[in-house]
């Protein structure tokens, strides 16, 4: 059996509940676009890497991954988030939370970590070579002339600050009702220490 896997970082219940409500002021901003997904609350993550199809074999390899890479991370990075953002020409398709500056570049030295305790435990993956930029999907669209508008009023957001309390190893079931959370936390590895 192969699974469908990604390593991220998901929220508590006050930080989940906060994306939210973002979340949901989005829609109402994006209620005109065809074919409209929006993230449901139990989904909404910031992905770190994403693996692929893997076997069940493979998934006591990627655990060993992630205690790895946190033994050499063992301090939860503050992770900030500062807007919403929608931009037709390099995601046309998506409207999604920004993380800050700060937030990618520390979120992206953990990424390195995992990639490197992947490699030594023999874990296959597809090595993207793009910046990583830290951010969390709130939702998915079809409509080029919606897009064009330049009507979209995205909302205007506080800062959000959290430390995460783990990195988890998580399946995809894209096959599942839209209204049911589609991602499930296969493991689970905290961080040592947290402020």
Known sequence: ???RLFIAINFTKNIREEMDDIAGETRLSLSGADKLKITQPDDLHITLLFLGDKSDESIIPV????RGALDGFPVSPLVEFDKVIFNPIAAPNMAWISGTKKTSDDLSLLREELEKQLVKNGV?????HKK???HITLARFDNLTFQKSGLIKLPKIDRISFYPESVDL???HPGNNKFEPKYEVLARVEFKKAF
Not at 63 to 66: E, K, R, V
Not at 124 to 128: G, H, L, N, S, V
């Open 1 to 3: 059996m192969t699974r």
């Open 63 to 66: 655990i060993d991954s992630l």
């Open 124 to 128: 296959w993956f597809k090595i993207d």
């Open 132 to 134: 990583f930029n830290a």
């Open 170 to 172: 998580v399946e995809s």
